[in-house]
């Protein structure tokens, strides 16, 4: 006989409205038991259950009825009771691990960034002791920014520039993905107790954008990170991509790819061809940056650039919208700004590379997009445990 699904048992129905509870006051002010009722779909007493369980555990408030019983004209029966979120109740943590620089980012439970804070690691090729070293005083700095401490973080979610599986586990088949193999789950448990969330930098620079960015609500999204190297985190009916070792995303095929030949992103890709024009017209040393700006002046030069990326950048997005027939692809990262200028001639290029062409952006959250990602992961996480979870005295 085949196994049959196990009944739900009293304590996961309980998370389950509790998470639907709580995900809906995070996002409104102030909720009134009706309110809860009609967009959880639970009965009046479940919500009210729920929501004392919650009052007691700390993570919401019910607001006093008495200005509402002042009120003049006509009143009919009881005061409403109305609820919300106690935003300081615990912190959650996230963190953007590159290969250079990392970034943490402290938010309140409505996902209110309240302190950040950044360090720099000496050398790419660092001891595992040492990067996480650097990622615990940005941690901490960051911290103190907030006013808070360690103690009171319920998750941390940290990205990072190589691929991760379901369970956390980084793919560390490659020299350079293996630089982020360190234990960095293990060594901030043993250092501060916190529980961390690790997953690819792109993916989630996906959950970021699809809840403050461009692609708000998109279920069927990629997000390219598209500075020095190209990675995507891809979103299909509203879930995240990993693939068996975590690699759903990886851009490694472009070197099969013809018109393409690496994954080198756009910032890499100006600043080289730049440099073998010779440079900026006007001299000194070639940048992305630069580029741009010269093209905005009108430099012919940097104009051909320009084309140039926009027509590799077609193809990329063109190769993704053939086997992922996404909705919308985002270009993200601290070059979307600068990568606006790029998506007229991209809009254009893309009926000739796919029949699928997705609609095109560029993300307004910047260099913050992966940090934003990690806290709504880490948010995530909490609102799915709450329950579980001890808020911290305070």
């Not at 004209?73 to 620089?101: H, S």
């Not at 920014?145 to 991760?164: D, F, N, R, W, Y």
């Not at 190209?230 to 070792?245: C, D, I, N, P």
């Not at 254009?348 to 709504?376: Q, Y």
Request: a neutral charge.
């Amino acid at each position: 006989m085949k196994p049959t699904a196990a009944a739900a048992t009293p304590q996961l129905l309980r998370r389950v409205n509790a998470q639907s509870v709580l995900g809906f006051i995070r996002n409104t002010d102030v909720a009134t038991g009706t309110e809860l009722m009609s967009r959880t779909g639970l009965t009046r007493a479940s919500v009210i259950a729920v929501c004392e369980d919650l009052i007691r555990r700390g993570w919401i408030r019910e607001l006093d009825t008495r200005d509402e019983e002042q009120a003049p004209g006509p009143r009919k029966g009881r005061p409403a009771r109305r609820f919300e979120l106690n935003t300081r109740a615990g912190f959650v943590l996230g963190i953007d691990i590159g290969a250079a620089t990392t970034t943490a980012a402290v938010a309140d439970l409505r996902g209110t960034v309240i302190g950040r804070a950044s360090g720099s690691f000496r050398a790419t090729d660092i001891p595992a002791e040492e990067r996480i070293d650097v990622v615990d005083r940005a941690c901490r700095r960051a911290l103190a920014a907030a006013g808070t401490g360690p103690e009171k973080v319920l998750a941390v979610s940290a990205g990072i520039a190589a691929p991760v599986d379901r369970d956390g586990n980084v793919l560390a088949s490659q020299h350079f993905w293996s630089l982020f193999d360190v234990g960095l789950r293990t060594a901030l448990k043993e250092l501060h107790g916190w529980t961390v969330l690790l997953e690819n930098d792109a993916n989630l620079a996906a959950l970021g954008e699809r809840w403050r960015g461009s692609g708000a609500g998109v279920d069927d999204l990629v997000v390219l990170l598209a500075g020095e190297r190209l990675g995507a985190g891809v979103m299909e009916s509203g879930r995240l991509l990993h693939g068996r070792g975590g690699a759903a995303g990886e851009m490694g095929y472009l070197d099969l790819v013809e018109g393409v030949g690496s994954s080198d992103g756009i910032a890499s890709l100006a600043r080289q061809w730049s440099a073998a024009g010779g440079g900026p017209a006007s001299g000194g040393e070639a940048s992305a940056r630069r580029v741009f700006e010269d093209a905005a002046a009108g430099d012919p030069g940097a104009l051909a650039i320009l084309d140039r990326i926009s027509e590799r950048m077609a193809r990329v997005i063109a190769s993704v919208a053939s086997f992922i027939n996404p909705e919308q692809v985002v270009i993200g990262g601290a070059v979307a700004e600068s990568a606006a200028a790029l998506l007229p001639a991209i809009t254009a290029l893309l009926p000739r590379f796919t029949a699928t062409p997705p609609r095109v952006t560029v993300s307004p959250l910047g260099d913050s997009i992966v940090t934003m990602g990690a806290v709504r992961r880490a948010l995530d996480y909490v609102e799915a445990n709450a329950l579980e979870l001890a808020l911290p005295p305070g």
